[in-house]
């Protein structure tokens, strides 16, 4: 492996969802006072504080906006559901842009009601819908795909060949893929496939957290880096060997977690970033 | 779709795991009471009574052995563990010899202290050691591939195109693949993995239940066939036209039905049965 610990925090991201206790203003502060260097915002913190308010907060404290976390959610078995989440994207990628956020992460949903390949049908519709005023507004799509658990509700894109295929579909430079470790690290195909992704510059984000052994919740028990059975470096050396140069962000919903003080977190959050990522 | 419901129950076996509250005398005499046709037996019946004992009273009731689960777990980061593994499923097959069950049913395991590679590297080197004493005791094993969420600690096998890869690499008639849609629903390549698995003449059971939408337990929680997302009579088409034509298997772990009259939850599996597999 070619990939060596980091010694700084030069590439550290946290996403707001993380610390979800904690309100924006005291997100900021905390990661920037921390030495953590990029911020990814979930949308839920608009419901208090407007887009042009949180890029004026983060743009204070230093903090590089990483990405918004999260468009998607696409397929339903009602047009009219279809059309609403299209709707709702446009308005994701507005914010996207008024919060000077270079990314949109999708999530791309799935419903049971239907066939997983309808579904994907119908994420590829939803894409087809955004992806111009995501050029327009110049920010770009990451496909996320999702662990298979969530291929009932969530995403009916569970591995990062579906992603790759969804993504050369396309072919734009405004979309690409998004890959949680949480999600992919069980697959035989990752490394091949990471770096199919590479070579179509289509490695737009890597979130980073570990799969706990056993895990309680299969939503909200992810654990820090180290304390599962993923082997993070060994993903961090294949996205790096194809070409990713990008923020390692800390995605980890943890009703554990939440559950503490929030300091103390953030500081096992750079102790195991040191350590493991 | 060229397949029909089901009109009688010549087809329909039981998972003793099923109905875990009954002992073997109770669960053979109403399997065979309503009609049940076929009875895969879990091993943990033998903790009561011993496999010859459990043939003789199968045998009384009229049903067909269909299998008996189940060995594999053949991973460790202990060579010691390791080879217990070998010995234990070595026992299992003497189990199935004398339980005249024409197949082994194999969770093939994981260590999360070691990468899935590795891991499915000592799967291969656990089947090689037992594979001889199959051939030889006229014990078939298949091979089950196992949902990606079970892919820290249950199986390092977690996808059709894995089993049918470890299947193509022995070559043998003796090695095949059980599939359950609970484990492979999701998957995008399972309709031609199927049909590569029946090409081999590697299709040797179907398990069938349903993935329910939500699941509140990863383990414990499966559903009733028709209770879910999954598309039964669609996998049992594919299954069908690459040559199946065994039985179908009904595998649920629940502690919701557990938990409820046995009797009544056997006449639910028979009516689901009718209507969606």
Redesign the interface.
């Known amino acids: 492996m070619n990939v060596k610990p980091f010694t700084d925090l030069a590439r550290l991201c946290v996403h707001t969802i993380t610390t979800r206790p904690l309100d924006i203003e005291n997100a900021v502060e905390k990661y920037a006072s921390l030495g953590v260097r990029g911020i990814t915002v979930w949308r839920e913190v608009f419901k208090t504080d407007k887009p042009r308010q949180v890029y004026k907060i983060i743009r204070r404290s230093g903090l590089e906006t990483v990405s918004l976390c999260r468009g998607g959610f696409f397929p339903s078995v009602d047009k009219d559901e279809r059309e609403r989440a299209i709707a709702d994207n446009l308005s994701a990628l507005e914010e996207a842009s008024e919060l000077e956020a270079p990314l949109l992460v999708l999530v791309c949903g799935s419903d049971?009601?239907q066939?997983?390949?309808t579904s994907?049908n119908q994420i590829r519709e939803g894409i087809e819908a955004i992806l111009p005023s995501a050029g327009r507004l110049g920010v770009k799509l990451a496909i996320e795909p999702l662990?298979?658990?969530y291929?009932?509700?969530r995403s009916a894109i569970?591995?990062m060949k579906?992603a790759n295929d969804m993504a050369g579909y396309f072919n734009s430079p405004w979309l690409g893929v998004a890959v949680d470790v949480y999600h992919v690290?069980?697959?035989?195909a990752l490394q091949r496939e990471i770096v199919r992704c590479g070579d179509n510059n289509n490695l737009f984000a890597f979130h980073i957290c570990d799969?706990k052994?056993?895990?309680g919740d299969?939503l909200f028990d992810r654990g820090l880096m180290g304390e599962?059975?993923i082997?993070l470096r060994?993903i961090r050396c294949w996205m790096e060997e194809a070409g990713f140069k990008g923020f390692c962000e800390v995605e980890i919903f943890s009703e554990i977690y939440w559950k503490t003080d929030q300091d103390e977190f953030l500081n096992k959050i750079i102790r195991t970033y040191l350590d493991f990522a």
Do not use: Y
């Not at 690290?185 to 035989?188: M, S, V």
């Open positions: 049971p009601l066939s997983p390949k994907r662990h298979p658990v291929a009932d509700i569970n591995t579906q690290w069980w697959d035989e799969w052994v056993p895990t299969i599962g059975c082997d060994q």
